[in-house]
Every structure is written in C-alpha cells, then in structure tokens.
C-alpha cells in the first residue's frame, strides 16, 4: 500500500447510545440469545445451569444462573465492556466464546436491562447495563450496584457462579405490552419453544459422564441426540477424519431409523416443529456444542429420497475464521477443501438410499409380481398406469358383456390418468409417513385375492411362491393379515368342493 502522510486525527469514539441499541440486530432469536449465554457458562466450567423465568408479574425477567467460577469485580467490568476479548487471541480448546460480545449483544437482543451478578472468592459483585441509563447520559458506564442482596434471583447463586438477568424484556411482549396475562403467555410460548433448541445444541454436555444440567424453572432438560444412536435401528457409517492446518475435521454419517421402528414419540421429538424432511442434513459442532443444523449447505436439495440421513461434523474453535462463524454461533460458510470431501459424502448417501429405495419400490411395480399398478419410463418421464390385466380387473372383465367390459377398462384408465401427481408430491413434502394407500373393505379385498390367487395357481405356481408375490403388493400389503385369511379360507372351500364327501 501507498504511503499517505497523516499530521492530523480527530475524535471519532463511537456514541454509546446509537451503537450499544445497534447491537440489538444482529439477529438473534431467543433460543439463540439464551445459548450465547449458556456457552459462557459452559466455558465456566459450570455443572448445572438454571433458567428461571417470572412471567406473570408487571416486572418480568428471565434468570440464567450458573455454578461456575464466577467472576471478581474487575473480571466482570471486563466482561461487561463490548468486544471484551479480541477474536483473533487463540482461545483455549473448551472456549465456546468468540468476539467477546456475546454477553452483550445476546441479551440487548432480547431487553434492555442486563444486570450480571457474580461470586468468587467468598466476594459478590454486580453490574448493570440499562439502555435508557446509556441513553440519556450516552456515555460507556456500567452501573456498580452497592448492594446485589434485593436483586431478582440472586437466591438461587452458589458459593460460585454467575447471574445473568434481563428486566425490561421489550422485545419479547409480542405486543402486549400492557396486558400482563397476555404478555406472560407470550413469553412462555416463546420460552417452550426455546427448550428443544436447548436440549439439541446442548445434547452432548448433557450426556457425558459427569453431565451438564440445564433446569427450566426447576425441569431438568432432557439431551436430544439428533442421531438417535441409543436407538439399535440407527446405521452409523465409520467416522473419517480431515487432517488441515488449522485443526481436524471428523465427519460422521447417520441412517435414522425407519419411522416404524420407532415411537412415534421419539420420531416426532427427533424430527422437530419442522419434520424429517427440513431436519436432515449437516450437524455442524463447534467443540461439542451444536451450531448449524438441518441443512445440505446447498451442496444437494433436502429431499424425501435423503430425510433419514444426517451427517456429524466436528470442528475445533481453531477454525471459526475459515468457516466464519458468526457472533451469534448460528451460521457458518464451508471452506472449500471440507466442500470437496463433504460432496462425496452426499454421492454416497444418495447412491445408498436410491439403492433402498428402488429395491423397495422395484417390488410394488415388478411385473413378475403381479403388480396393480405399472410404472413406465420413457422420453424422459416416468408414468404410473393402472395394469388392466390384473387378475382382480380382467377377471372380474371377463364376467361382462363386451360393450361393459370396455366402458369398464375406460373407467380404469380415467383413474390411472388423473392420478393427483402434485397433490401426492405436496403431501409427500409435509408429512411423506403419513400417506397410506386406502384400505379397502373385505369384500373388495376378497374379490382381488381370490381372481389373484386363481391366476397364479393355474399358472402353475406353489402356495409358498404365491404367498410370496402377494405379501409385496398392495392390496395385500397393507392388510395382510385380511389376505392370508381370506386365502385360507378360499383353499379351505376349495378343498371342499373338490372332496366327494
Ligand atoms: N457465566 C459466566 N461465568 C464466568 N465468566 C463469564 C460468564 N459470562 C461471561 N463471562 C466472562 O465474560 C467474557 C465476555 O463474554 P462474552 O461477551 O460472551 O464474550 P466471549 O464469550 O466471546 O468471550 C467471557 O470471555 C468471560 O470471561
Ligand atoms: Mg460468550
């Protein structure tokens, strides 16, 4: 760079006032906000972590209250000071801190009073940061209470830890400002909504051996391990590791399990708010703590074909700048190297679950398998047409008179024609386990098993080899028990008529 001659500098600290309310938005929600905060106390070395939330009274706060190591008063001063610590000082490998903003930033995000209350040493020392205060005097002070004894659930700190309470929650009334019924309710939705994220991002300081404990109002939080690997239908590919310069990168792949082979309980708690579908994807760790999920970082669409896959990435703190991670430790950009080998880790999932799929779809509309429905590739395009020659079609066919039997294969193909494709496509997005074939009556049923079951014994096949075709196919698929009655039940007449006696 050329050299500019400077002799003159002019003041230009920044105004408290106008930037401390800019750090306001940079985006946080509230689940990420109390995260910021529990990964302070998690870098604390704190064992169990309490958020205490008073909703219904005309002052509403929430608490986060750790037994950690606390903090003197000079440590907190420090702490309170926005930009406490330089991102580019390396930090120490459980260090969950980034910009040394977080404090800060994660709860102006949410109110605009902050009081920090912390013990060490047998000492208990306070500081405030109240918006208006820094408005009306617009001057970088924090407030040095004399006393922290009246202070809203200073009962609940140790002999160490540290006490974060925001007053003033402006930003979490939902409107409702004046209505303190409807406003706690906000606040609870919002709080309720924030557990799942807790026990997700958290999940596996919650499941080591001396666990972490986060209670919300009193409940312990149970860990939600996105991998559901306690589960012995969970497929865990081997891990493989990236050696770089600046740390090691493992990567971890993951088959959930079918959601038949779970509650629908675990499946729904694994899935989330948003389903399978949104939740498959890369999980992104930065030390243990998660901070990016359910997301292919654009390198593949999420589709039904990959819902059950997700893949375990873990990166030390060494790395946030190649992968920019954010102040609020929400977002985060694939350094090209990690994008190559992340790729074919994408290929690979897509080869296998293709593979399962098509084995599994391949049985539907194989045509050695009598099939009521066939599937036809061509141009390009893929139809699904009704197959006419289904014995429970044509024979039932056979019993018509000629211009009936025509009208009724028309009826058919109508059917096949207007199959609802973007119906069954948009449901399929939603909720793709929740689509089921129609079932049908016994009689209806009945009728196919017995045209089926006469077609295939005249074509010499064995019982065993018959039971076979059919278990794959729908109808009988889906009401198999009903099938294999209904077959017994037609040998067993058939036996009969055939007997003299
Ligand atoms: N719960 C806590 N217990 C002990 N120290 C804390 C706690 N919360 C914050 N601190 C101190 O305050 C500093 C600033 O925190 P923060 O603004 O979140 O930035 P960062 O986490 O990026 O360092 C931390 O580095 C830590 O020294
Ligand atoms: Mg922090």
Request: glycine fraction near 6%.
């Amino acid at each position: 760079m050329k050299e500019v001659s400077v002799s003159r500098r002019a003041d230009a600290t920044p105004h408290a006032s106008a930037l401390i309310e800019g750090l306001r938005d940079i985006g946080y929600s509230l689940e990420t906000a109390i995260s910021d905060i529990i990964d302070n106390s998690v870098t604390a070395g704190a064992g169990r972590i309490q958020i205490i939330t008073e909703t219904y009274s005309d002052e509403p706060y929430i608490a986060i209250v750790d037994n950690g190591e606390g903090m003197t008063e000079d440590e907190l001063v420090a702490a309170m000071r926005p930009g406490s610590q330089n991102p580019l000082v390396t930090r120490s490998a459980p260090d969950l801190g980034r910009f040394g903003l977080g404090l800060k930033s994660a709860s102006f995000s949410q109110c605009r009073r902050l009081t920090v209350v912390s013990r060490k040493a047998g000492q208990t020392c306070a500081a405030i940061w109240d918006l208006d205060d820094v408005a009306e005097r617009n001057e970088w002070a924090v407030q040095l209470p004399d006393d922290a004894s009246g202070i809203p659930a200073v009962g609940h700190l140790g002999t160490t830890g540290t006490l974060v309470l925001w007053q003033k929650l402006d930003r979490l009334t939902g409107g409702f400002s004046r209505n303190a019924a409807k406003r706690a309710e906000v606040i609870n939705q919002r709080i309720a909504e924030t557990e799942r994220h807790l026990r997700l991002v958290f999940h596996r300081f919650m499941e080591e051996a001396k666990p972490l404990r986060i209670l919300l109002n009193g409940r312990i939080l149970r860990p939600l391990d996105p991998f559901a690997r306690k589960s012995p239908a969970t497929i865990a590919d081997p891990e493989e590791r990236l050696n770089l310069i600046p740390g090691d990168v493992d990567i971890q792949s993951f088959t959930l399990p079918h959601y038949k082979q779970m509650s629908k309980m675990d499946w729904e708690d694994i899935g989330g708010p948003e389903g399978h579908l949104k939740s498959q994807g890369f999980y992104l760790y930065r030390g243990k703590r998660l901070i990016l999920y359910g997301t292919w970082f654009g390198l593949c669409r999420q589709s039904e074909l990959t819902k059950l896959s997700r893949v375990r990435i873990d990166i030390p703190n060494s790395m946030d700048a190649d992968w920019k991670i954010d102040v609020k430790k929400s977002s985060a950009q694939l350094p090209p190297i990690v994008r190559d080998r992340l790729k074919k880790v994408i290929e690979r999932i897509q080869a296998g679950s293709k593979r399962t799929f098509n084995k599994r779809g391949q049985k539907l509309v194989d045509h050695e398998r009598l099939p009521m429905w066939h599937r036809i590739q061509a141009d390009g395009q893929i139809r699904y047409r009704p197959n006419i020659e289904h014995p429970a079609f044509a024979a039932f066919a056979e019993n018509l008179p000629s211009d009936l039997r025509r009208g009724f294969f028309n009826c058919i193909a109508l059917v096949g024609a207007s199959l609802p494709i973007e119906t069954v496509h948009a449901d399929m997005a939603g909720a793709a386990e929740e689509i089921v074939p129609d079932r049908v009556d016994e009689d209806t049923l009945a009728q196919a098993v017995r045209a089926t079951l006469s077609v295939l014994s005249e074509a010499g096949k064995d019982m065993k080899v018959i039971l076979s075709l059919m278990k794959d196919v729908d109808p009988f698929r889906s009401a198999w028990e009903d099938t294999q009655r209904i077959i017994a039940a037609t040998i067993e007449t058939k036996e009969k008529e055939w007997s003299p006696c």
